[in-house]
């Protein structure tokens, strides 16, 4: 299935504007562990379920911040538009990036994308800036809010 495509000025025309939420995407400890090992970071309110379990604030094993934060590529997939003569997407980094509920072992979560500026930094080249919110389901206070930046190359 093809994702819809928009142009440049469609964009200016939608700053502050939802753009979409994506899938649901599990936080189980499989995904938990390999995270932890892809990163180096085995702390054990992460990768020992019976620990958490008796000793963490949590009652469960959380996933890592970090792991809810790198799922938004995936999460900006589902929902951000392909822009018409796009050579490539890179992203450019974060304005602004708070953790603000932990995500217990075997929850979902899902990204919430809001287009907050449009500019031109070239004569090919944009710079997108999106407010991103990270939900968990069935709970109101989200895992993490963030301000992302992208760069987008057009071609000449």
């Known amino acids: 299935m093809s994702k819809p495509q928009t142009s440049i000025e469609e964009l200016q025309e939608n700053v502050g504007k939802n753009v979409g939420q994506s899938e649901w995407r ?8 390999g995270f932890a090992e ?26 890592h911040g970090f792991l809810s ?3 938004l590529s995936a999460m900006a997939l589902d929902v951000l538009p ?23 072992e ?5 990204g919430s994308f809001t287009l907050l500026e449009v500019k031109r930094r070239s004569d090919n080249k944009w710079q997108l800036r999106h407010g991103v919110h990270v939900e968990i389901e ?19």
Request: avoid cysteine.
């Open 82 to 104: 392909t822009i018409k003569g796009q050579v490539m997407g890179i992203n450019y980094g974060f304005d602004k990036v708070r953790f603000m509920n932990p995500v217990r």
């Open 138 to 156: 069935g709970q109101k206070k989200p895992a993490l809010i963030a301000e992302w930046l992208s760069l987008v190359v057009i071609s000449s």
């Open 26 to 33: 599990s936080i189980d400890q499989q995904r938990i562990d």
């Open 38 to 63: 892809l990163t180096e970071d085995p702390q054990w309110i992460h990768t020992d379920p019976e620990r958490a379990a008796k000793e963490s604030p949590f009652g469960a094993t959380i996933a």
């Open 106 to 110: 075997g929850s979902k979560v899902r």
């Open 69 to 71: 934060l790198s799922l």
